[in-house]
T-cell receptor, first 117, second 113 residues
Framework: AQTVTQSQPEMSVQEAETVTLSCTYD???????LFWYKQPPSRQMILVIR??????QNATENRFSVNFQKAAKSFSLKISDSQLGDTAMYFC??????????????FGKGTKLTVNP | EPEVTQTPSHQVTQMGQEVILRCVPI?????FYWYRQILGQKVEFLVS????????KSEIFDDQFSVERPDGSNFTLKIRSTKLEDSAMYFC???????????FGSGTRLTVV
């Protein structure tokens, strides 16, 4: 079974600075997908960024980028120019493609990020 | 942008009572999921549903839980006899194709007293 580990329960950063959230995972699969989800105080689950394991190029979405190290099974999230609205829980998640009708997400325990003014 | 709608947003129920959590998925999506998040903990997979049947369920999804899509639009999660430990946030997700189409609802907070 796949596992996802987020070793930083809480982090804080000053507004406009850069912060990196760590995630490691364990799998024997070669083809899979990785995600970062943001959960603000409203508890809504919001997709931040996704990475396909077969792509060597790291995904980028505006101020959010990842450092995907497949051999090391590491998938960190970098937030540049942090904004107060980035304050949230961040969950790393793993998905194994499945043609049988179930492509579940396996989540880590989350990192609570606080952006300070 | 299409949304997944969950009702109610918050439900309080007595231990031992039955509850039904409702979800309206996005209309052209094919795969539906329920996840649970106990307060302060990680989000956990409960069950996936495709082609009008359960395609996978977790160890959490025991005989007290059931899902159905009664009318082709709603997707419901029923807990037959609630326990205190069922208190959690329950998220419905509607999916076109797994890696690219996951849309979560805003969740139902279930409190069992």
């Amino acid at each position: 079974a796949q596992t996802v580990t987020q070793s930083q329960p809480e982090m804080s950063v000053q507004e406009a600075e850069t912060v990196t959230l760590s995630c490691t995972y364990d799998t024997s699969e070669n083809n899979y997908y990785l995600f970062w989800y943001k959960q603000p105080p409203s508890r809504q689950m919001i997709l931040v960024i996704r990475q396909e394991a077969y792509k060597q190029q790291n995904a980028t979405e505006n101020r959010f980028s990842v450092n995907f190290q497949k051999a090391a099974k590491s998938f960190s999230l970098k937030i540049s120019d942090s904004q107060l609205g980035d304050t949230a829980m961040y969950f790393c998640a793993f998905m194994k493609p499945d043609q049988g009708g179930s492509e579940k997400l396996v989540f880590g325990k989350g990192t609570k990020l606080t952006v300070n003014p | 942008e299409p949304e997944v709608t969950q009702t109610p947003s918050h439900q309080v129920t007595q231990m031992g009572q039955e509850v039904i959590l409702r979800c309206v998925p996005i209309s052209n999506h094919l795969y539906f999921y329920w996840y649970r998040q106990i307060l302060g903990q990680k989000v956990e997979f409960l069950v996936s549903f495709y082609n009008n049947e359960i395609s996978e369920k977790s160890e959490i999804f025991d005989d007290q839980f059931s899902v159905e899509r009664p009318d082709g639009s709603n997707f419901t999660l029923k807990i037959r006899s609630t326990k205190l430990e069922d208190s959690a946030m329950y998220f419905c997700a509607s999916v076109w194709t797994g890696p690219y189409g996951y849309t979560f609802g805003s969740g139902t907070r279930l409190t069992v007293v």
